[in-house]
Every structure is written in structure tokens, then in C-alpha cells.
């Protein structure tokens, strides 16, 4: 299991440790990953995804997944997010 955000595409990030001497040490900035189950409500489903707290707190805000897939750009998306995405404009179509 990768560590990425499958709606944002929040990865990890590489970085120094900054002694008070001045050594530097390589280390790594993880994305604050957390398993949620997210309902659309154009699908009348559920979905289990890994994303950032980061991303919850947008979902959230924009008022749900299917809002928050709305507004994506499909760059940052995940396969399952763009399938997911893509459920969603069919439907709203049909």
C-alpha cells in the first residue's frame, strides 16, 4: 500500500534534519493518511479510501465526495477516484 492520498495525490517529501550544529540529516515527510469510507450520494454508495486529513477536511467543506470529484482535476486522482468520478458524471448525465 502506497503512501498517497488517492484524492489529492499527497506523496511523501524529502527533507533535512537541521542539528544545532548545522548537520544535516536526510529524512522524509509523510502525508497524514487516514482510512475513511466515503458516500456519494449520486451512487447511493460507498467507498473506502486512504486519503489525507487534509483532503477530508475539503471533502467536508465542499460538501461530500461526489461535490469534491465534481470540482477534481483528474491529475491528482487515483485510478479508483477517476472511476469513481467518471460513475458519477454518468449518472448525472442519464
Known sequence: MS???ELTGTKPMVGNIVSHSQIKTKRRY???LVQVTL???ALDQNFRMRIAAKALRTVDKLGGLDAFLAKAKE???STKALKIKRDIAKKAVA
Open 3 to 5: 503512501r498517497e492520498c
Open 39 to 41: 458516500r456519494s450520494e
Open 75 to 77: 491529475e491528482g486522482l
Open 30 to 32: 509523510l502525508p497524514n
